[in-house]
T-cell receptor, first 116, second 114 residues
Framework: AQTVTQSQPEMSVQEAETVTLSCTYD???????LFWYKQPPSRQMILVIR??????QNATENRFSVNFQKAAKSFSLKISDSQLGDTAMYFC?????????????FGKGTKLSVKP | DAGVTQSPTHLIKTRGQHVTLRCSPI?????VSWYQQVLGQGPQFIFQ???????GRGNFPDRFSARQFPNYSSELNVNALLLGDSALYLC?????????????FGNGTRLTVT
């Protein structure tokens, strides 16, 4: 069975600085998808970024980028120019290729605090 | 356009009771999934429904059941509630079941079992 591990329960960063959140996963599959979701106090899960395992190029979305290391089964999220609105829980998630985004496996999350 | 809506937002029940949680997907979305998020943990997959049929089930006891209606809204039912069922229940919808269809989450229902 696939597992997702986030080893940093909490992190903090100063506004405008850069922070990296870590995620490792375990799977025997060669094709899959990885995601980072953000959950602010409003409780709504919001997709931040998505990576297909068969793509070597790291995904980027504005201030958010990932460092995908397939051999190491590592998928970290880098947030540049951190903003107060980035304060939230961040969850790493895994999905089998050919599966459904309705069935995601989540890590336990990292609580990120952005300080003014 | 309205997002995924869930009702109620909060609910308090007693052990042994039954509860029904409701979810309305984004207009045009045909797939609905349910997740349980216990405090301090990531969401855990419970069910997925697509075109009114169950397409996936997580590792939850038979006390948990769900259904999807012709208008694609969905209900999650939990029987014989236990203290451990206290959690945030999240509903998510997508246009279709395939892996290129982004998932949109609601704000959840906070269930407290006393």
């Amino acid at each position: 069975a696939q597992t997702v591990t986030q080893s940093q329960p909490e992190m903090s960063v100063q506004e405008a600085e850069t922070v990296t959140l870590s995620c490792t996963y375990d799977t025997s599959e060669s094709n899959y998808y990885l995601f980072w979701y953000k959950q602010p106090p409003s409780r709504q899960m919001i997709l931040v970024i998505r990576q297909e395992a068969y793509k070597q190029q790291n995904a980027t979305e504005n201030r958010f980028s990932v460092n995908f290391q397939k051999a190491a089964k590592s998928f970290s999220l880098k947030i540049s120019d951190s903003q107060l609105g980035d304060t939230a829980m961040y969850f790493c998630a895994f999905m089998n290729y050919g599966g459904s985004q309705g069935n995601l496996i989540f890590g336990k999350g990292t609580k990120l605090s952005v300080k003014p | 356009d309205a997002g995924v809506t869930q009702s109620p937002t909060h609910l308090i029940k007693t052990r042994g009771q039954h509860v029904t949680l409701r979810c309305s997907p984004i207009s045009g979305h045909k797939s609905v999934s349910w997740y349980q998020q216990v405090l301090g943990q990531g969401p855990q997959f419970i069910f997925q429904y697509y075109e009114k049929e169950e397409r996936g089930r997580g590792n939850f006891p038979d006390r948990f059941s769900a259904r999807q209606f012709p208008n694609y809204s969905s209900e999650l039912n939990v029987n014989a509630l236990l203290l451990g069922d206290s959690a945030l229940y999240l509903c998510a919808s997508s246009f279709r079941q395939g892996d290129h269809s982004p998932l949109h989450f609601g704000n959840g229902t906070r269930l407290t079992v006393t």
